[in-house]
């Protein structure tokens, strides 16, 4: 993974998987630049999957720096992530077909993590593999789902059950579209972006830490460097294991806890970033209880999170024994054994199943009955 950056106003990156490699492109505007999609896209056919939130916004804009090389059409679809499902990812097939898009189509997912989600998993089957390229529209999407082709849809039993790995062919993040954003939305991406700090770059939580006022203000430098620092994180991860093999398993930090959480408050009712924020610090709690982490950083963990304002605990009334059963689901669940993701210390995570009482003890602190 190479880093190459031109001026404070843009940043590009490469995910080295070979044949399959890839750039990241970080600037203002950059989705409404013609040139910017040169070499990304292969044939004549192209498919914009957005959705109705979103279309208004930028569907006109990119069909139009689409329109001067390509024939476009655009398929809207419902926004939030009770619609990432197969009947919503069905819609998508229809219209692939009803067109006759061929083997050299290209999809272009504009939006957040949902549409990224459902229709690279559309591009990962229709016709066995189409391109695609991906346009995320939060903040969330542009530093994590956008990048490492993980694609897929919700089952009513579980998060992301169904689906693929499938790389874009190129991604691009447009710092503008964060002008946008409600600040729910644009808070549930910092979990993500913290995330690479707690796991594996101890000195990019200590500038997110230094910079959140900046960061919760927008300040356009302040966020090319957001985007730019977890997407190499996660570029370097992607590199050295592509299908989660291995260490990639680390970026699920918080992930266990808060699917479980998502799936019993109803997928919708929290974001995925609250959940996923909640759950770090749950994380952190049951490492601590195994001797990984002391008090005090646990305090930072938390203190961290929260001043990205982000919740630090789950809602008390939810069931534990539910969202034990919920966890137990997950897909790091091998040989009947949940594996957790635990930091022995911050900046350093494993994968683990050698967590003892320490996970059922931390549900009985986070949860009445």
């Known amino acids: 993974m190479s880093v190459a950056i031109e001026n404070t106003e843009r940043a590009e990156l490469r995910v080295d998987l070979g044949e399959r490699s890839y750039e990241i492109v970080i600037a203002r505007g950059i989705i409404e630049q013609a040139s910017a999609y040169a070499g990304a896209i292969r044939g004549q056919r192209v498919l914009i999957v957005t959705n109705e939130t979103v279309a208004p916004l930028y569907a006109a804009a990119v069909e139009k720096a689409l329109s001067a090389e390509h024939d476009v059409d655009t398929l809207v679809l419902p926004d939030g992530e009770q619609y990432k499902t197969l009947a919503t990812l ?21 939006g957040g993590g949902v549409i990224g989600d459902i229709a690279g998993f559309a ?14 529209t939060t903040l969330l999407a542009q530093v994590d789902s956008s990048v490492g082709g993980k694609t897929g849809v919700n089952h009513r039993l579980g998060k992301n059950m169904i689906g693929a790995f499938h790389q874009p062919t190129r991604v691009l993040a447009d710092v503008g579209v964060l002008d946008s954003l409600p600040n729910r939305e644009f808070a549930a991406g910092m979990a993500e972006v913290i995330k690479y700090g707690l796991i594996r770059d101890c000195p990019f939580l200590d500038w997110l830490d230094a910079n ?51 799936a019993e408050l109803g997928y919708g009712k929290w974001l995925h970033g609250e959940a996923v924020a909640a759950g770090m610090c749950m994380a952190a709690d049951t490492a601590r209880r195994l001797g990984w982490l002391d008090e005090g950083q646990c305090e930072h963990i938390e203190r961290i999170i929260a001043a990205a304002q982000l919740p630090t605990a789950p809602p008390r009334e939810l069931e534990r024994a539910r969202i034990r059963a919920l966890m137990a689901r997950d897909k790091k669940v091998t040989a009947g054994t949940l594996r957790l993701v635990l930091m022995r210390d911050i900046g350093h995570a494993v994968v683990t199943r050698d967590y003892g009482d320490a996970l059922d003890e931390t549900l009985k602190r986070y949860f009445e009955n």
Not at 90 to 110: C, F, Q, S
Not at 234 to 252: F, H, I, M, P, S
Request: glycine share 6%.
């Open 212 to 262: 959140m006022a900046a960061i919760n203000a927008r300040d356009a430098d302040a966020l090319i460097e957001v985007i730019r620092r977890s997407c190499a994180n996660k570029a370097e991860v992607v590199a050295a294991d592509e299908r989660e093999a291995g260490q990639r398993a680390l970026l699920n930090l918080g992930h266990t806890y808060g699917h479980a959480l998502e």
């Open 123 to 136: 591009a990962a089957s229709y016709q066995r593999g189409v391109d695609f390229v991906q346009l995320p």
């Open 90 to 110: 069905d819609k998508i097939y229809d219209r692939l077909l009803e067109n006759g898009y061929g083997r050299d189509a290209t999809i272009v997912a504009l």
